[in-house]
């Protein structure tokens, strides 16, 4: 195989989205599990140590400042999940547990899974290029109107386009240096937010417990919590994916691994879960310390923040295998631990294995290519500009 080929693509995405920060932390966190970094924060990258911090909610919280509360709180209201700690975020995880059934994920996730498949049966078999991350974005928009409870036929319904431009108008804000979003920038995401929030608003107020905002209300949410979990899942669940999806496409070409995929699909979750740990989408997590302690020899104090490098701890285990065998403590880790535990995971892995059952059983009849690539710059979560796919 070409694993230097596979290294090379890697960095370059790593370096284009961060050509600073990514060899400066690298380069750190290699060095010893935990450190201060001035003006950054204290960085954490041993798996147990990660897994340590994000289990203990008592001593390090993410509504503070210079976690998620200080980004998102002026743009999402204090009820996000993602900005909430303590007894208040459990009775808002308790109260969501059931809410990702089989059912309610494909009312969500297989309209929008099915344009996708339609799209790339008609373009890809007729010797017409697609571009798989363009195809991402659809995909991803016709999920936020999944979650929005916006039926496809709604009269002036923005494109799916639209709506992800408008998700990702939020979160391209963000960046790992910036600990809040200015006031014209808090304003420019509250407005997206707004937009988006019309329709949720709609749809929690109609009741209807077949639509995500709906079922919300069933569960006694009031208006403002079930807006506050829809804007969370708006804001978390878009980039990652249109990192994740062309990331691990382009992973499993370059590994050479797409013919016996096609041909035999036992093998797929394994090959998906190990491109979740090399590619980290989520690359690092944000906590602030609430209280005075050691962790890993390194003193921390009230009002630090600490930057959980889950890439460190994922990446150190080696490169793209999937016959590798994770060891516990860094198990899913790239989908976090504890309280915060990504609640989006069912969502995620239903367009992750969507897009990829309709790639595998078009290469099956008629195998494609990567014929062109470029990656992204200067962007929170590396990923690529554009992957490009045609016949072979
Ligand atoms: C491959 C894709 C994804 C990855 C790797 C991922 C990763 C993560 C991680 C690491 C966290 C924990 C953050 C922390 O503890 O600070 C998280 C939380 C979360 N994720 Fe995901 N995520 C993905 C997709 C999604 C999707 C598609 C959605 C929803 C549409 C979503 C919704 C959420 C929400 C709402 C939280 C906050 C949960 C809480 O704070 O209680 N995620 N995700």
Known sequence: MKRRELERWERRLHLGAHPVLYPLIRGLGYRRPVQRIPGLGILVSDAGLLRQVLMDNERFVKHGRSASGGLWTPVVGPKALLNMDGAEHLEMRRRLGGVFTARSVAVMVEPAAARLRDRLERELPAGR????????????????????GLPADAPGRLPDRDLFDLGT????LVRLGRHELTPPQAAKARSAVERLAGPARAAYRDGAPDTFPGRLRELGMSEQEALGVVSAF???????????IPRIVALLAD??????????RNGLPAAVNEGLRFTVP?????????ASGTLGG???????????????????????????TVPPHARQLWFGAGPHFCIGMPLA??????TLESLLDIYARQPWRIVSRRVKHRVL????????????
């Open 129 to 148: 290029g697609v571009d798989l991350v363009r195809e991402v974005k659809e995909l991803s928009g016709g999920v936020i109107a999944g979650i929005l």
């Open 169 to 172: 108008s939020i979160t391209s």
């Open 255 to 264: 590994a050479g691994r797409l013919s016996a995929l096609a041909a035999d």
């Open 298 to 324: 390194v003193r921390y104090r009230e009002g630090d923040r600490l930057l959980l490098s889950t890439i460190h701890a994922a990446k150190s285990l080696g490169g793209f295998d999937p016959e590798r």
């Open 349 to 354: 892995m239903a367009q992750i294995n969507s």
């Open 234 to 244: 708006v804001i978390v669940g878009t980039e990652t994916l249109v990192s994740f």
């Open 282 to 290: 989520s690359p690092m997590m944000l906590r602030d310390a609430v």
């Open 381 to 392: 979560i590396p990923g690529y500009e554009t992957l490009e796919l045609a016949n072979e």
